[in-house]
C-alpha cells in the first residue's frame, strides 16, 4: 500500500510539472513571435541581434538551479561530495551540438518573421510538427495512432495553404523575391526545429547520466549558451553591435522602450524554451510540437488584433484545420490513456484477489467440478507475438473448482501465468496441480507432477517458454 500510494504521488508530481511546463511553453510561442514581431515593425532591422535574443536569457536558469542545488545539498547527509553542476563532459559535448543547431535554427526564423506578418510565420513554424513526427519515428520510434497521424496531416495541410495566395500577404514595398526567401527560410527553420526536439529526446533517452530536472536544466543552459555564441559570432562578422545605438534612437517607440522590447524578447524565449525542454523531459517531444502548433490559433488573433495584420480566407481555413488537428490529437491521447487506466484496474483487481499470494503463482484447489481452465489474454503490442494456447488437460486430472487462467503480455517482453481463486478460498486448501503441457510456438514445455502451488512460472519469449524458477 506504501508503495502504491508513492507511485501515486510521483505520478501526480509528474503531471503538475508536466501542467507547468505547458503553461510556460503555450506562453513562450505566443509571446515569442508578437515580440520578435514588434522589434521589427518599429524599427528593429538586425536579424542576428534577434537571433541572439532568442537564447540569451539563459542566465535566469541559473535562480533554479542554485535553488536545486540548495535542496539537494540539505537532503544528502554526506554533502562535502555533493557537485555544483552534474553534467558529464559526453553529455556537455552533445548539448554543446545541439546549442549550435539551436543558434542556426534562430537565425532562419528571426530572418523568416522579418519579413512576413507574425500570422503567416507562425503558421508555417506550426508545420514543424509533422517532421518533429517524422524525425521522432527515426529517432526515438516514435509510436503513430490513427488520430496523431490524422492531426500531422491536418496540420502541414493547414501550413500548406499559406503559401496559396502570397502575394495578398505581403508588406507594402516588399519584392516578391524577398517575401519568397522569408517564406522558404522559415519553412527550414520548421524543418530544424522539427529535428531537434526529438534529438534533444534522444539525448535525454541514451545518456548514461540519471535524466533529473536539474539536469535537464543544465542541458538548457549550455544549450542556449552555444546558441547565443553562435549568434554572437554573426554579429560580429556582420558589424551589428554598432547599429544598436543608432536603432534604439530611431525606434517607433522610443529609445527606452526598444531596451525594454530587447529583455522582454529574451526573457519570453527563454521561458518558451523552458517549456519545450520540459515537456520533452515530462513527455515527448511530439506533445511538445503539438502544444506549439496548439497555440498557433491565439497567435493569429492577436496578430489581428495588435498589429491590424490581414486576416484572408486562406488563414481561416488554416485555423480551422489547426483546431481540428489538436482535437483529433489530444482525443486520441485521451483514450489512449483511459485504455492505461482500464487495463491498469484489471491488473490492480487480479492483484487485489489475494493480498498475500504473489499474482504470478499458479495455484489449484480442490473439489468436486469438473476440471475447467479458460485463457485470456490481455492484448498488449510486443515485438514478437508467441501462440498460446490453453494448457491440455488429461482425462484422469483430479477435478478442481472453476478457474480462470490469466495471461499477461507486458512490454517487457515476459508473459505471467496466473490462476485466480475466484471462491476465495483460503491457501492452505492449495492442492498440487497434475503436469500440464502449454503449447508455446517453438515448442511444448511440461509442467511436472512434483511442481507445487508455490512454483513461479516464468516464460520469456525467446522464441518459447523457457524458465521454470521455484520460488
Known sequence: MAQG????K????????LMINCILLATGATGGPLVIRLYFIHGGSCVWISSFLQAAGFPIILIPLFISYIIRRRSVVDNSKLKIITMKLPL??????LGILTGLDNYLYSYGVARLPVSTSTLIIASQLAFTAIFGFFLVKQKFTPYSVNAIV??????GILALNTKADRQAGESSKTYMMGFVLTVVAAILYGFILPLVELVYKKTKQPITYSLVLEIQVVMCFFASLFC?????INNDFKVISTEARHFGLGEATYYAVLVTSAMVWQINFLGVIGVIFCASS???????????PVTEILAVVFYKETFKAEKGVSIVLSIWGFVSYFYGEF???????RDQSIANELNQKDGTLDPRIIKGVGGDQPRQRNVQHLERKTKAKPIIEPPIVRQDDPPIDTQAMQVEVHDDMIINLQIDNIEGQPLHNLERIPSSPILVEGGVEDLSDEESVGTRVEESIEPKLNIVQQL
Open 232 to 236: 554572437i559570432v554573426g554579429i560580429i
Open 286 to 296: 511530439l506533445l511538445s510540437g503539438i502544444v506549439i502548433a496548439l497555440m498557433v
Open 154 to 159: 491536418l496540420l502541414t495541410l493547414a501550413a
Open 10 to 17: 510521483e505520478i501526480m508530481m509528474k503531471r503538475v510539472v
Open 5 to 8: 500510494s508513492e507511485a501515486r
Open 92 to 97: 556537455f559535448v552533445v548539448s554543446a551540438i
Open 335 to 341: 483514450k489512449h490513456v483511459k485504455e492505461l487506466e
